[in-house]
T-cell receptor, first 117, second 111 residues
């Protein structure tokens, strides 16, 4: 497909379990972003990858959150020991490349709805 | 002060009305500006970029005022299908390539 693909679309887990969320960006896009959105809230930045550079992890809320991007393409966001406050929609976006201007146009996947019981 | 601020609304307007939203940003070094649209329980989608000279796309007009650090979105001849949340996005400041999203302005267009 031509768009950003995320899986799973829905994930229900028990408190304390680990979860992995996957993002497959648009082919050729070098920048990849993870955001999360709680119900009725705005988008909260989590982490950003640009090419082979070290990721910007400044938005990760705790050390339970981590992300990888393998081969400059697919990314996995891992949340360890999930808590109820982690419940949100996790959105992945990619852009052609970062650096300002139209290159920063973000294309979003449809998100993963995470529910921690 | 939040980096990107928007009036959450909701703005309730009749079909055919003209409605305008503003968004203010705090970082004067910001270089890129966008409006995104988000429908209920859907992902945000790019509506339009905002250029320094202002730009228009059909019924939608975007303006940038760098001196006062705000951007605006004007929607003319509102349609029912325009009902959504409109997100202001600002980025590209000082080497930071992380687009920052406002919390959005809710628009409800009624018959």
């Amino acid at each position: 497909g031509a768009g950003v693909s995320q899986s799973p679309s829905n994930k229900v887990t028990e408190k304390g379990k680990d979860v992995e969320l996957r993002c497959d960006p648009i082919s050729g896009h070098t920048a990849l972003y993870w955001y999360r959105q709680s119900l009725g809230q705005g988008l909260e930045f989590l982490i950003y990858f640009q090419g082979n550079s070290a990721p910007d992890k400044s938005g990760l809320p705790s050390d339970r959150f981590s992300a990888e991007r393998t081969g400059g393409s697919v990314s996995t966001l891992t949340i360890q020991r999930t808590q109820q406050e982690d419940s949100a929609v996790y959105l992945c976006a990619s852009s052609l490349r970062a650096g300002g201007g139209n290159n920063e146009k973000l294309f979003f996947g449809s998100g993963t709805q995470l529910s921690v019981l | 002060r939040k980096e990107v601020e928007q009036d959450p609304g909701p703005f309730n307007v009749p079909e055919g009305a003209t409605v305008a939203f503003n968004c203010t940003y705090s970082n004067s070094a910001s270089q890129s500006f966008f409006w995104y649209r988000q429908d209920c329980r859907k992902e945000p989608k790019l509506l339009m970029s905002v250029y320094s000279s202002g730009n228009e796309d059909g019924r939608f007009t975007a303006q940038l005022n760098r001196a006062s650090q705000y951007i605006s979105l004007l929607i003319r001849d509102s349609k029912l299908s325009d009902s959504a949340t409109y997100l202001c996005v600002v980025g590209g400041a000082g080497g930071s390539y992380i687009p920052t999203f406002g919390r959005g302005t809710s628009l409800i267009v009624h018959p």
